[in-house]
């Protein structure tokens, strides 16, 4: 393998990249159809009919909300409100970063154990595999991100593993850590994925697929539900929590810019130092927009418009459930429909559409960013003076659940 792999780099170094387009023309409106496929690629990984100009717009006032957020819990947790000082100090002051490895760790089974004792008192259905921490080797470490989730076996022999990253633990900001704990593992990606997979009654296929803006909505919609639940341990843990909100409003403000507006790779740094913790010298974040083209927008599905005015903290979304999840039923059906593929299915796929049609009028059973729930929490709107906090989308049966759980932020 080695040779081979040596002989691709040489390829690469010697024949692609003389090749290649300059920095500044980085994006896909560099190439010929590059706007149309990238406004493509928004609806696959949104699933809604956005432009890179409502994009683009929705990252600047996410960006500008943070700022204001942080300006006023740096007062609160570091005596200043001043955002290049509060920056400053997070990138700056060692205190703010681990120290060893074992630090790394410690950290995360704390928030990955405190989270597991909360769970019961928020959740209806709880996934029946367990999440443990589990530290990455050094063959990984130091090329992969800072830490990631990875789902239990099918058959649930193995738990599910919030893998960390503690190469270089220096480099490791400890404010970050709870956020990062909650949306990897608890109650983010495991579980939303761990009782996907053991749901029943469904194609196996969608137990194990996942649309991007539901499973990344979900997990930053978890971030924000931590607090509410009362898992940070502290303010400048919070800011973990705001600071990870600066990462995709920068990314949502960088993609689209890169990819429909034409920005040089400069000028997303520039605009990511400017915003975030970042430094000018760390190009990887920077990177993702130029090899994850658009997902960014799916990080912003989950986001929730948090009310001033709401009651205690999990009031608005005690006892959630993901009972109903998994890949959204009318891709499903699409799915299924584009495999039959015989002439023999085709007479009758004309029924099964009339029924898909008819469906569709119906609210689907899955949460998040899907059509029946957009289009029932609007008619909700107009329907009924109760608060964002009371207003319910009925299921069918008894299955419903509050608005503000999961798609108050998205209306």
């Not at 410690?106 to 008192?121: D, F, Q, V």
């Not at 569709?360 to 929490?377: C, K, M, T």
């Amino acid at each position: 393998m080695q040779p081979a792999i040596a002989r691709y780099g040489q390829f690469l170094k010697s024949e692609e990249l003389p090749k290649a387009r300059p920095q500044d023309k980085a994006g896909l409106v560099a190439i010929p159809d590059g706007l149309e496929c990238y406004k493509k690629l928004i609806k696959v990984h949104t699933s809604l009919d956005l432009s890179p100009e409502q994009l683009h717009q929705l990252g600047l006032e996410q960006v500008a909300k943070f700022r204001k957020d942080l300006s006023e819990l740096g007062q609160k947790a570091l005596g200043t409100s001043d955002i290049a000082a509060i920056q400053k100090k997070l990138r700056d002051d060692p205190s703010m970063q681990f120290k060893t490895a074992d630090e790394v760790e410690k950290k995360a089974e704390e928030s990955l154990a405190r989270a597991k004792a909360a769970i019961p008192g928020y959740f209806g259905i709880l996934p029946k595999t367990d999440c443990v921490v589990k530290v990455m080797g050094m063959h990984e470490a130091p090329n992969s991100t800072i830490a990631y989730y990875r789902q239990p076996a099918a058959d649930g022999s193995r738990p599910g593993y919030y893998m960390i990253n503690t190469y270089k633990p220096e480099t490791r900001p400890r404010y970050e850590a709870e956020a990062l704990a909650f949306h990897e593992s608890i109650p983010g990606h495991h579980l939303q994925i761990a009782i996907a997979q053991e749901l029943k009654g469904i194609p196996e296929f969608r137990k194990h697929e996942g649309v991007t803006a539901f499973v990344e909505g979900w997990a930053l919609y978890t971030e924000r539900l931590a607090d509410e639940m009362g898992l940070y341990s502290s303010d400048v843990d919070r800011i973990g929590m705001l600071s990870y909100d600066a990462w995709r409003g920068c990314r949502l403000v960088v993609d689209t810019g890169i990819h429909a507006m034409g920005w040089s790779r400069q000028q997303a740094i520039d605009y990511m130092v400017a915003n975030t913790r970042a430094r000018a010298e760390q190009h990887r974040e920077r990177s993702r927009s130029l090899h994850h083209v658009a997902r960014a927008g799916s990080r912003v599905q989950g986001r929730p418009a948090r009310d001033p005015q709401a009651a205690g903290r999990g009031e608005a979304t005690a006892r959630l459930t993901l009972r109903h999840q998994g890949i959204p039923r009318h891709r499903a059906q699409e799915r299924r429909g584009r495999a039959a593929g015989s002439c023999a299915s085709r007479s009758r796929r004309g029924s099964r559409r009339s029924r898909r049609s008819r469906r569709r009028n119906r609210p689907h059973d899955e949460l998040g960013f899907l059509s029946g729930v957009h289009e029932q929490a609007q008619n909700s709107r107009g329907a009924t003076s109760a608060p964002p906090s009371e207003r319910m989308v009925d299921l069918g049966g008894d299955r419903s659940f509050k608005l503000p759980a999961l798609v108050r932020g998205l209306l």
